[in-house]
């Protein structure tokens, strides 16, 4: 595609843990002491939970029917069963742009720096945006929103960049340019089309392991005393969410920036995190989840690749999720709610869920399947899904409608191939 050799791959190699069982001749068959299944003659029967029935048992006739009955039903259960419920935004959050458009990239862009403080305290709970606007806009500009796993200053190859820190897994800060590199992000291919980009590092809003809540923003909702107990408390994934929200916050009132058409994209567990930001916020005009995998876009229920009991096991990663999603470890069909839910509640907004041949880990069928299910929703807005129930093949990018899905050859994260297919979605769509 014309925009291959602009594009550059961007490596999430905080998925080393995930990613080699994608990448390996022979994935693990053992992970956190439970078996993991990659037959699909053992993947099991199930039956998915009814979008199109209310809990009183009436049906889901209209779209209206959808967004003022249903939809605020199926919110409710995800946050009580999955994620956890998020507060709404504080009341002193305030911005400081000390970066308020500085020419980049030969004067095709200008570059804009905010930080985001979630209180009055200025010395925590904050975090920073990075922006590129094309310098040729004269109007408001759709805005590609990256969530990202780099600090913004090792994000993006621009020397100007405020100069970050990333958290290690000790719960220590350290200068990111000491970290591990994840690579760059090449932004001028959306720019030269008119697309913004931004970018936000998920340790500014809360460290990625499990005592992160001592120090991020959920840390700071706890009452003094207080343990994450409570079985409907926001887990990590909600808290990464609830910063996309308050970048959106930022977004409205920025006058370079259309609020109405931002974008999110994010991958793995930012993947999941973006498909909850969209679903919560329905201010995001569009979501790209990238290999979301168990608790994203992949249907629970199929014993195939990790599994809830996997991702909620104490070892691995049970803080990114509410209490409660751990009771539906051992039997998932217990669980009132499933992939196909969060991935109806982005209707009638565009979504793409990109997926790996290879990743089988994160169970690129589940999450076709999700999509072929959630399609009754988008028709009640006389939108498209996948069409078929018919597996794609890789790289076939004839499934790119309002419920899209595309799964690249490779395993876990994204190729430079995908930011080809990003690029075109968000011009088609917004």
């Not at 199930?46 to 979008?51: A, F, G, M, S």
């Not at 969209?278 to 979501?287: E, L, S």
């Not at 992949?298 to 209490?323: C, L, M, V």
């Not at 807005?381 to 490779?410: C, E, R, V, W």
Request: proline letters at 6%.
């Amino acid at each position: 595609m014309k925009y291959l050799s602009q594009v550059m791959l961007l490596l999430f190699a905080t998925f080393i843990s995930i990613a080699s069982f994608s990448q390996q001749k022979e994935p693990a068959k053992m992970v956190a002491g439970i078996p993991v299944n990659y037959d699909e003659a053992l993947v099991g029967t199930y039956t998915l939970p009814d979008l199109m029935t209310l809990s009183n048992g009436a049906k889901v006739k209209s779209a209206n029917d959808w967004l003022t009955k249903r939809r605020p039903e199926v919110l409710r259960l995800i946050e009580e069963n999955q994620f956890g419920k998020m507060p709404p935004r504080p009341a002193d959050m305030h911005f400081n742009v000390f970066d308020k458009g500085t020419p980049v990239f030969d004067g095709k862009a200008i570059r804009k720096q905010v930080t985001v403080y979630f209180s009055k305290d200025t010395s925590s709970y904050k975090m920073d945006l990075l922006i590129y606007i094309p310098a040729k806009a004269d109007k408001p500009v759709p805005l590609l929103f990256e969530i990202s796993f780099s600090a913004n200053s090792t994000s993006v190859n621009d020397p100007g960049i405020k100069a970050g820190e990333v958290w290690t897994k000790e719960g220590k800060k350290i200068p990111a340019a000491s970290g591990v590199s994840f690579g760059k992000l090449n932004v001028e291919p959306f720019l030269a089309q008119g697309i913004g980009v931004a970018v936000v590092y998920y340790g500014d809003i809360e460290p990625d392991y499990k005592k992160g809540i001592e120090f991020g923003i959920r840390g700071k909702y706890l009452k003094p005393g207080a343990t994450w107990t409570e079985p409907n408390e926001w887990g990590a994934i909600s808290a990464w969410a609830w910063g996309l929200s308050r970048a959106m916050d930022y977004f409205e009132t920025d006058k370079q920036v259309d609020a109405k058409r931002v974008a999110l994209q994010g991958t793995s567990r930012l993947g999941k995190t973006v498909l909850w930001a969209g679903a919560h916020d329905t201010r995001f005009a569009m979501v790209i989840a990238s290999c979301s995998g168990e608790g994203g876009a992949a249907i629970s229920r199929r014993n195939y690749g990790e599994t809830i009991k996997h991702i909620t096991d104490t070892s691995r990663y049970f803080y990114q999720f509410a209490p409660n999603y751990h009771n539906y470890g051992d039997d998932p069909s217990k669980s009132p709610v499933d992939a196909h839910m969060l991935v109806a509640l982005m209707a009638p907004r565009p979504v793409l869920l990109q997926t790996g041949d290879t990743d089988v880990w994160s169970d690129p069928k589940g999450e076709f399947l999700a999509a072929v299910a959630a399609e009754p929703v988008y028709q009640l807005f006389g939108k498209k899904g996948p069409g078929t129930d018919i597996m794609p093949k890789a790289s076939q990018a004839d499934l790119l409608n309002t419920l899209g899905y595309f799964m690249h050859a490779g395993g876990h994260g994204t190729i430079p191939s995908d930011w080809n297919i990003y690029l075109d979605y968000i011009k088609k769509y917004l």
